[in-house]
């Protein structure tokens, strides 16, 4: 099983641009992502060799693409929006993400935003378990 909780180092490079259509926002967002996980003191078991040896150091390209669409009630705090994620590495599709949430702002510079997270899994390794999740997400804003 992977470890989650793994020393990482992670760097990203991302464009983003919108455009508004009457009360609708599009917004469309490209994200370059290089995660680099080091050799590590855990050890996992190899079936070619029989035998257990350390987890190598490895180091993984993302491409992430995300299209997120908001609708601007006139006159009303909360603003709605879902989005969706499609994550390829070298290999083709990894998984795909799609959130639905609101936004609700209490005033000029406090919001509190809450939704739920869907994510599925394409692509796995024979030896990795990895399980498709739903999440339910709850933030606080505070822009200065």
């Keep these: ?53 350390p987890r190598k150091g490895k180091a993984e390209h993302m491409l992430r693409t995300r299209l997120k669409v908001e609708y601007d009630i006139n006159n009303c705090p909360v603003t709605p929006y879902l989005y969706g994620e499609l994550y390829y590495n070298g290999k083709g599709m990894d998984k795909y993400r799609g959130f639905l949430g609101a936004e609700w702002k209490i005033n000029k510079q406090h919001a509190i935003d809450f939704g739920a997270l869907y994510q599925h899994y394409v692509s796995t390794s024979k030896y990795d378990t990895v399980d498709n999740f739903i999440a339910a997400s709850i933030s606080y804003k505070f822009k200065f």
Aim: negative net charge; proline residues 4%; without cysteine.
């Design 1 to 53: 099983m992977p470890s989650y909780y793994g020393l990482r180092h992670r760097f990203y490079v991302a464009l983003q641009g919108d455009v508004d259509a009457g009360n609708f926002n599009f917004a469309l967002r490209q994200k370059w992502q290089y995660t680099y996980r080091p050799e590590s003191a855990d050890r996992i078991y190899d079936e070619d060799d029989d035998e257990w040896s």
